[in-house]
T-cell receptor, first 114, second 111 residues
Framework: EAGVTQSPTHLIKTRGQQATLRCSPI?????VYWYQQALGLGLQFLLW???????NRGNFPPRFSGRQFPNYSSELNVNALELEDSALYLC?????????????FGPGTRLTVL | QKEVEQNSGPLSVPEGAIASLNCTYS??????FFWYRQYSGKSPELIMS????GDKEDGRFTAQLNKASQYVSLLIRDSQPSDSATYLC???????????FGAGTRLFVKA
């Protein structure tokens, strides 16, 4: 069974640009979660999508947004990039909706903002 | 008080010893608890989940949960150098709308 996949692996942008990150969940999983892990810091919850709807978002500005497609894949968009957005962005999926279910992580996208 | 608190370490143990990793949480309504292992530059991988008070064993790993004390721990028996990683405690909040991760404990197992 294929795991969670993310693309691209690495992404380099400059300040003010927009970044788009993609995630495909494990087959059969309907929930997708996005996390930010800045260097030396813990995982910070960004967004949760389930059945195409945004169910919850963390304490991030509105320039962090996303969506979930009918096939349950998801996209994270970061507008007006700032230097402090440089981080590893992790996507996770779960079978049932809700954080009480086990989340399986993808390999991550490392975003560098210059 | 942080929502999920772990000692950042590093925790250094000799090969073959027991490594004990601790985690406390503040949300009394939390019902499920997860331990993840994260190697440097990699994504977290699930080691254990625990839902009931007491111990849960899986191979060399034992998770312990005490909801009254709001405490969850992970024991690694017969520690190996390959166990050297950061261990993350993850606790969904009441209602399961988001998972709070601890900052992680760095473990070094010396050969």
């Amino acid at each position: 069974e294929a795991g969670v996949t993310q693309s691209p692996t690495h992404l380099i942008k400059t300040r003010g640009q927009q970044a788009t990150l993609r995630c495909s969940p494990i087959s059969g999983h309907t929930s997708v979660y996005w996390y930010q892990q800045a260097l030396g810091l813990g995982l910070q919850f960004l967004l949760w999508y389930d059945e195409g709807e945004e169910r919850n978002r963390g304490n991030f500005p509105p320039r962090f947004s996303g969506r979930q497609f009918p096939n349950y894949s998801s996209e994270l968009n970061v507008n007006a990039l700032e230097l402090e957005d440089s981080a590893l962005y992790l996507c996770a999926s779960s079978f049932f909706g809700g954080a009480t279910d086990t989340q399986y992580f993808g390999p991550g996208t490392r975003l560098t903002v210059l | 008080q942080k929502e999920v608190e772990q000692n950042s370490g590093p925790l250094s143990v000799p090969e073959g010893a027991i490594a004990s990793l601790n985690c406390t949480y503040s949300d009394r309504g939390s019902q499920s608890f997860f331990w993840y292992r994260q190697y440097s530059g990699k994504s977290p991988e699930l080691i254990m989940s625990i839902y009931s008070n007491g111990d849960k064993e899986d191979g060399r790993f034992t998770a312990q949960l005490n909801k009254a004390s709001q405490y969850v721990s992970l024991l690694i028996r017969d520690s190996q150098p390959s166990d050297s990683a950061t261990y993350l405690c993850a606790v969904p909040n009441t209602g399961g709308f988001k998972t709070i991760f601890g900052a992680g404990t760095r473990l070094f197992v010396k050969a």
